[in-house]
């Protein structure tokens, strides 16, 4: 069974890069699409981006200038690069298996930006 | 981009009873790049549904969603106590996929 695990500082300053790790475990992160989703505290939800084995990305226009999405083989991980970071982009921040629909995700990690 | 609109935002019911969740899509989506999750308070979303009628591994038959075009539904045949909970509809017929705003299903 395919578990998912975020990692990522917690806090971010304003202006700066904010980096999340997606850990996948019970499964080769090879074989799937994998995506990352946003949650702002007590909102809806919003895709920022899928990635398929480096071959197949897709970013969010909204975020496409500042959004970048990778996978490291070796590790089975994916990661996920946000520049520029303001308080609007304060969020739980999950990572999923898929590039349609999404199952499974991760318990998702909280980014908070503020200085 | 495709903007999905949930009605109601909150619905009030109780346990044994039926309840029936709407999303429309402001434009014309495939159904078989629709589905819907469920987020319960502190925990991440679950899928329920995809390619408009195929259920999750694990979801139970009472959940049900139909539709096509820019209406679509999901129904949840006979409530039991822990689908209180938040749902969302999703497009992935388009990019950027996008989620619906959310029902809270709520014990009456």
């Known amino acids: 069974q395919v578990q998912l695990q975020e990692s990522g500082p917690g806090l971010v300053k304003p202006s700066e890069t904010l980096s999340l790790t997606c850990s996948v475990s019970?499964?080769?992160?090879?074989?799937?699409?994998w995506g990352w989703i946003r949650q702002p505290p007590g909102k809806g939800l919003e895709w920022l981006a899928y990635?398929?084995?480096?071959?197949?990305?897709n970013y969010n226009p909204s975020l496409k200038s500042r959004v970048t999405i990778s996978v490291d083989t070796s590790k089975n991980q994916v990661s996920l690069k946000l520049t520029s970071v303001t308080a609007a982009d304060t969020a739980v921040y999950y990572c999923?298996?898929?590039?349609?629909?999404?199952?499974?995700w991760g318990q998702g990690s909280l980014v908070t930006v503020s200085s | 981009e495709v903007v999905l609109t949930q009605s109601p935002g909150t619905l009030s019911l109780s346990p044994g009873e039926r309840a029936t969740l709407s999303c429309r899509a402001s434009?014309?989506?495939?159904?078989?790049?629709f589905g819907w999750y469920q987020q319960k308070p502190g925990q991440a979303p679950r899928l329920l549904v995809y390619?408009?009628?195929h259920r999750a591994t694990g979801i139970p038959a009472r959940f049900s969603c139909s539709g096509s075009g820019t209406d679509f539904t999901l129904t949840i045949s006979r409530l039991e106590p822990e689908d209180f909970a938040v749902y969302y509809c999703?497009?992935?017929?388009?990019?950027?996929?996008?989620f619906g705003q959310g029902t809270k299903l709520e014990i009456k």
């Open positions: 999923a298996r898929g590039g349609g629909w999404f199952n499974p």
């Open positions: 019970g499964g080769s992160i090879s074989d799937y699409y």
């Open positions: 990635i398929y084995n480096t071959g197949s990305i």
């Open positions: 434009q014309s989506v495939n159904s078989i790049y």
């Open positions: 390619g408009a009628s």
């Open positions: 999703q497009q992935y017929d388009s990019s950027p996929y996008t």
